[in-house]
């Protein structure tokens, strides 16, 4: 399936990228509870990066990026399920360098606050109101948001900046997709990212895009099963 939705955006003049993001326990297996035993060595991720990589999908290898990663730094949030501002970055350097696109983030000099609702805490304790330390990263060029944006979890958030490489990307995401946004935001000319489940590819022809990513965390890879390619 994911040959054919590559094969599809191509057909229309456009580069594709898969790229999946490991589940938090992917990466952090060593604070997992024991009973929950070892990381199994074959997953359903590590299969179809496999397929991809026999098929010659192009994909970015997230997975082995955060475990790099995390080496010298943190790259997940400690009471959430998602990455901090310095995995997404991380890995977005990976996704421009897949591109053939010169853009780099740096992520050595950032500052901490505690900005971030995480939601395993607020799972456990919906009343209390409380916030973890983030990392902050100094904006490198303005961007405005199109249209009106609600949240982070809208349906279609545009961005558009006067300050970009001279391209323009279509993204697919989730909830991973948060800390991406103002990121690549300030890199391309103009963003559209969308959140639909399954992926509307319909918005690869209506969109003019030089680049189309398909984002998508592990525990949610039975949905690209779902996709109905045109």
Known sequence: KLSDVCEYIEQLGKTPLIMI???KNSIYEEYMPMRF????????????????????????????????????DEVYLHQDTHWN???????????????????????????????????????LFPTQEYYENQHIYEQANDFEYVGRVRSMDDLTI??????????SILVYRDSFGRAMIPYMGEVFDQCLFNRSTPYDLSLVEQTECDYVLLEIVERNLADLGEIDVP
């Open 21 to 23: 993001v490991p589940n």
């Open 158 to 167: 545009k961005t558009s900046t006067s300050q970009g490489n001279g391209k």
């Open 85 to 123: 501002n310095t995995g997404a970055r991380l890995v977005l350097n990976e996704v421009y360098k897949a591109f053939g696109l010169e853009n780099r983030y740096e992520l050595d000099h950032y500052t901490v606050e505690a900005v971030h609702e995480p939601d395993l805490y607020k799972m």
């Open 37 to 72: 035993g070892k990381k199994a060595e074959v997953t359903n991720l590590t299969l179809l990066q496999d397929a991809m990589q026999e098929k010659g999908i192009p994909y970015v290898d997230a997975a082995f990026i955060l475990e790099e990663g995390k080496k010298t």
